[in-house]
Nanobody, 124 residues
Framework: QVQLVESGGGLVQAGGSLRLSCAASGRTFSWYSMGWFRQAPGKEREWVAAITWASGIIYYADSVKGRFTISRDNAKNTVYLQMNSLKPEDTGVYYC?????????????????WGQGTQVTVSS
């Protein structure tokens, strides 16, 4: 069973930065990609970024492009999300997810495993 544990969330003022981590346990050789999603109160999950596990190909949502950076450390089975120039609209619970096979990055229902989430709050 694959387990994901997110950390690094917190309260930050607008314009600040946070770095989220997602540590995964389980076999990674068959993983195709890992993605970050977020969910604001009263809203549906929103795709943020994704990275393929083996080759490190990266995809970003337009809303975060140029501000967020996704990366991975295969040896540590960990994916990171560096968030800069944070805005109040970035507030939400951030989840990491693993897809065992090829997926369309924004389609949450195609991912196989999910973390518990970490809260990010950006104040103005």
């Amino acid at each position: 069973q694959v387990q994901l544990v997110e950390s690094g969330g917190g309260l930050v003022q607008a314009g600040g930065s946070l770095r989220l981590s997602c540590a995964a346990s389980g076999r990674t050789f068959s993983w195709y990609s890992m993605g970050w999603f977020r969910q604001a109160p009263g809203k549906e999950r929103e795709w943020v970024a994704a990275i393929t596990w083996a080759s490190g190909i990266i995809y970003y949502a337009d809303s975060v492009k140029g501000r967020f950076t996704i990366s991975r450390d295969n040896a540590k089975n960990t994916v990171y999300l560096q968030m800069n120039s944070l805005k109040p609209e970035d507030t939400g619970v951030y989840y990491c997810a693993v897809a065992r096979t090829r997926v369309a990055a924004p389609r949450a229902h195609e991912y196989d495993y999910w973390g518990q989430g970490t809260q990010v709050t950006v104040s103005s």
